[in-house]
């Protein structure tokens, strides 16, 4: 309201400051036509101009502010009434206000003083002393006509202008002297507020301070009472086994039980994968192994510097018990995890199996491994480690290696009630890790994922921001929902630390690192102790939502299997695979015990001859008797004979006679071994009793000398002493020659096929090889008509004449190989029935002289010679074998014996030589009866522990 001054004010204010300021200047003439009333209008205008504006800069201002700053004063003691004041601030502000009614008050008076005629700033007329002032200065003006009088009124507004240029002057150093008061507590009162807003910092962050440290002190308390906890916890396991052992299974025993029985069941019934656990998934080297380890509070897994170690699923089941102990399900070795060489040796012995279970040509493997591991302070619960999650294959490795890891950890996790870890490197960037976008497709909703943050020591020591694991620890980095976000440290600098020494290691860390009071890290969602401890709440809840669903499930499945074996198999008992064997097994062991007293002596002889001879009747008739027959004198016949039997006798006989007895051996138990199978239940067992047999066994290379040795001497006798023993040899001769044409007469027959008369009664016809055949014999049976002597074979110019004969005649085009085959057919027929007349020609020339007899064949009956040779050779040698074979069958029967005995421990064995529909139903009936059974005490155990109502 001040700040509203004309030009002409602003000219007099000049004017006036001149005189104020050079109070010994000349001062202009006032000339006769210069009006006072203007003049002294204007100097009042620029009084008030330049008092206004005085007022506004020196006083108006400085007040404002330092108002401003009391109210800052008074705002701080609102919303911090405990907060104390510095010294003067609530006095400086009253000061303040005190000073502006005074300033207000001066210029009030001022203002009345030069302009008597305005009301002041309240709206009351100026005192009489100025109204009379004013009143004169009127009469003044209307003076201002005289002359005379005139002039005594300019020197009294001359003076009155001199007393308010004084005024001003005086004014001016009073306000210049206030601005500078008002400045110096201006700056006083900044100096009182930044020492004041300093000291709430400082307070502030004295007691965020002073919060950690509780925090820290209350979360050291809490992990010393949980290490009491556990102490007592263990005490009082051991306590109670002192004092009673208790030989009923809790409830993750059962639950164990449980998915052992599971994998038992038929594929068909998908339930096992609707039973909970918990998998963790995670890249290679993302640190799940050394997760598994410091929940397990053992390292029991093999390990490896960025190598894939982990080849194939491992089910680990947590419980508590008095001793930290580890055990696979198909063993009943107990592993003592305290124990560095029973530690190593559980490592080994993963490795081993793993390997074991990868097919060649791969690297991973979808067989689980079942481990149960006990311990004080354990949380109970199903863990299955799978391998890491690789990005690229490496130089050997197959390209299938990475599909089969992720469909096996899909499968895995895919399971509804499944608790998936999804494990994660604080180190490594978000964008190089794909394990997010799996457990995403799993689970888009994230209610039974827990994310775990690994290495986060590594990630302060590599300087990675706070606000980048903040980001993850709270969901919003990765693609994914998570019903929890865990911190974790599982590892030190020196590898071979313990696992307490980590866990120690690990609260210290969080208790010191920079992320923790910072509040990257929350005190309930960091550490390995709490993680473990909220995956096995997680756990159970999911078997308590799936228990009732699963005792269902079975039941159901249980009825449908006993309603197809009543249709399949009425009125027959149920036998588990067990006591099919145990049948199996009696049956064999009687069959062997029957086998001692099948036969007599001389049946045994008589197999083994017929054996014998049938392994040696192709050497004997092709390259004994027929060969050596084509000479020219029936001496000659004899030399070739002798020394063919020499040579036989020292080489392939004696073996040959073994190998027959070895067979008539096992020829003959596999006879007597008859078993009741009706469904073919025993066919397996069967024959793996034949493997057995024959498997390993050798007959005694001192038994094959001794043998040699008979059969050399028999075949030496070239003298035959006694009638009886040529009339022996000669019907020796002849049954063997009978059989063999007969076996020769049939394959003709079977060549040449039906009669024309049959063919023409049942309208058949030949086939082309028959067509063929008949042509082949048609124009070879002249060769061996009963004038024409005996031909071994034909030359090439015959074989050329019988192929143009057959064309020009049959219009067949025959191969020479097939006229020979028919060529050496008929002749063996011609011999055989040569040799047959000649035995019976032989009959009556006992000790008759080889030049007087003419048998058929022209040999001189040397061949019934050769025949008696034969016969006493087999003779001793029948006699010999059969006695081995006597010995050999007892330790054959032990043999048996002893393998079945091992198969009955062997559940493997028993599993593939017992199969059929019959024992795989009988087997899931008895199965999901005992899943059942363990189900009912599985969902009492629960109620009695408190974790199903």
Not at 325 to 344: C, G, I, M, S, V
Not at 552 to 566: I, N, S
Not at 647 to 670: G, N
Not at 849 to 858: D, F, G, M, R
């Amino acid at each position: 309201m001040f700040g509203r001054v004309t030009s002409r004010s602003l000219v007099g204010l000049r004017r006036l400051n001149t005189l104020a300021t050079q109070p010994h200047a000349r001062r202009p003439s006032l000339q006769p036509r210069w009006r006072p009333q203007q003049r002294h209008a204007g100097g009042i205008a620029g009084v008030i101009g330049v008092v206004a504006t005085v007022v506004k800069r020196t006083v108006v201002v400085p007040a404002a502010i330092i108002t401003g700053f009391g109210a800052v004063a008074d705002s701080v003691r609102s919303k911090i009434p405990d907060v104390e004041l510095p010294f003067g601030v609530e006095e400086l502000a009253d000061g303040v206000a005190f000073l502006m009614n005074g300033a207000k008050s001066e210029f009030n008076e001022l203002r009345g003083a030069l302009t008597p005629d305005l009301k002041d700033g309240n709206g009351n007329m100026p005192p009489p002393k100025m109204a009379a002032a004013e009143a004169g200065d009127d009469g003044d003006d209307k003076g201002d006509k005289d002359g005379d009088k005139g002039d005594k009124d300019d020197n009294v507004t001359l003076k009155q202008l001199e007393e308010q240029a004084e005024l001003i002057a005086n004014l001016k150093a009073k306000l210049v002297q206030a601005e500078q008061q008002q400045t110096h507590t201006v700056e006083v009162l900044e100096e009182t507020v930044a020492h004041l807003e300093s000291k709430l910092a400082g307070a502030e962050d004295a007691a965020r301070q002073e919060m950690l440290e509780e925090r820290v002190r209350l979360q050291r308390d809490i992990d010393q009472l949980k290490m009491e906890n556990e102490e007592l916890h263990r005490v009082n396991i051991i306590n109670a086994a002192k004092s009673k052992p208790d030989k009923a299974k809790r409830a993750i025993d059962l639950f164990s039980d449980i998915l052992d029985l599971r994998s038992r069941v038929d594929r068909s019934f998908a339930a096992q994968e609707r039973l909970p656990r918990v998998v963790v998934v995670g890249d290679q080297s993302a640190g799940k192994t050394s997760v598994l380890e410091v929940l397990v509070r053992a390292r029991i897994f093999p390990r490896g510097a960025g190598e894939m170690m982990t080849r194939a699923p491992i089910q680990v089941t947590l419980s508590e018990g008095r001793d930290h102990t580890a055990k696979f399900k198909d063993t009943d070795r107990l592993y003592h995890l305290k124990r560095e060489t029973d530690l190593t040796a559980l490592r080994n012995e993963i490795e081993k199996r793993m390997v074991a279970s990868v097919r060649t040509g791969d690297v991973v493997s979808a067989t689980t491994l079942a481990l149960d591991l006990r311990g004080p302070g354990l949380q109970p619960m199903v863990l299955v480690d799978l391998p890491g999650i690789i990005q690229h294959h490496t130089k050997g490795m197959p390209g299938t290696t990475k599909g089969a890891i992720l469909a096996m950890c899909e499968t895995h996790i895919n399971n509804p009630n499944s608790i998936i870890l999804c494990v994660q490197d604080a180190s490594r960037d978000a964008e190089a890790s794909s394990v997010a976008d799996l457990v995403r497709q799993a689970d888009p909703e994230g209610d039974r994922t827990v994310f775990v943050l690994t290495k986060v020591d590594l990630a302060e020591k590599l300087k990675i921001s706070s606000a980048k694991l903040k980001s993850v620890l709270q969901g919003d980095r990765f693609n994914m929902h998570a019903r929890a976000y865990f911190a974790v440290v599982t590892g030190t600098a020196n590898p071979d630390d313990s696992i307490e020494h980590i866990r120690n290691a690990e609260r210290k860390y969080f208790q010191d690192s920079g992320f923790f009071k910072e509040g990257v890290f929350s005190s309930r969602r960091a550490g390995t102790d709490n993680l473990s401890r909220l995956v096995s709440d997680i756990f159970w809840e999911r078997v308590r939502e799936t228990v009732a669903l699963e005792a269902a499930e079975v039941q159901l499945a249980l009825k449908q299997k006993e309603t197809e074996w009543k249709n399949m198999y009425p009125n027959q008992a149920r036998l588990s695979r067990d006591d099919l064997f145990n049948m199996g097994r009696h049956d064999i062991l009687q069959n062997i015990t029957e086998f001692n007293d099948a036969m007599t002596a001389e049946q045994w002889e008589q197999v083994l001859h017929a054996k014998i001879w049938e392994t040696i009747s192709p050497y004997v008739l092709n390259q004994l008797y027929v060969d050596s027959s084509d000479v020219s004198s029936p001496a000659e016949f004899k030399t070739r004979v002798e020394n063919a039997l020499d040579a036989w006798a020292s080489s392939d006989l004696p073996k040959l006679s073994v190998e027959a007895a070895r067979d008539t051996l096992m020829s003959e138990f596999l006879r007597v071994l008859t078993l009741k199978d009706p469904d073919g239940v025993f066919e397996h067992l069967k024959e793996e009793v034949k493997t057995i047999c024959s498997t390993g066994f050798e007959w005694d290379p001192l038994s094959i000398n001794k043998i040699r040795s008979v059969q050399e001497l028999m075949l030496r006798d070239d003298m035959i002493r006694a009638r009886r023993d040529w009339d022996q040899a000669v019907k020796f001769m002849s049954a063997k020659l009978t059989q063999e044409l007969s076996i020769t007469n049939t394959t003709i027959k079977n060549l040449q096929g039906s009669s024309t008369l049959w063919r023409w009664l049942t309208w058949s016809s030949q086939s082309s090889e028959q067509r063929e055949f008949a042509a082949c014999y048609a124009e070879l049976q002249p060769y061996f008509t009963a004038k024409s002597e005996d031909r071994h074979g034909l030359n090439s110019e015959e074989l050329r004449a019988i192929e143009l004969s057959l064309k020009r005649k049959y219009r067949l085009t025959v191969e020479p190989e097939s006229i020979q085959e028919t060529f050496d057919l008929l002749f063996r027929q011609s011999f055989l029935q040569k040799a047959l007349a000649s035995a019976s020609y032989c009959r009556s020339k006992f000790n008759c002289e080889a030049k007087v007899c003419n048998p058929p064949n022209a040999l001189g009956c040397y061949d019934v010679m050769l025949f008696w040779r034969l016969n006493n050779m087999l003779e001793a040698t029948v006699n010999m074998l059969r006695l081995e074979a006597m010995e050999y069958k007892r330790e054959l029967q032990e043999k048996i014996r002893d393998s079945l005995n091992d198969i009955s421990v062997d559940t493997d064995a028993k599993t593939r030589l017992i199969s059929g529909k019959r024992v795989t139903l009988a087997e899931e009936i008895e199965v999901l009866r005992h899943l059942q059974s363990k189900l009912d005490a599985f969902t009492k155990q629960l109620k009695k522990e408190g974790k199903l109502r």
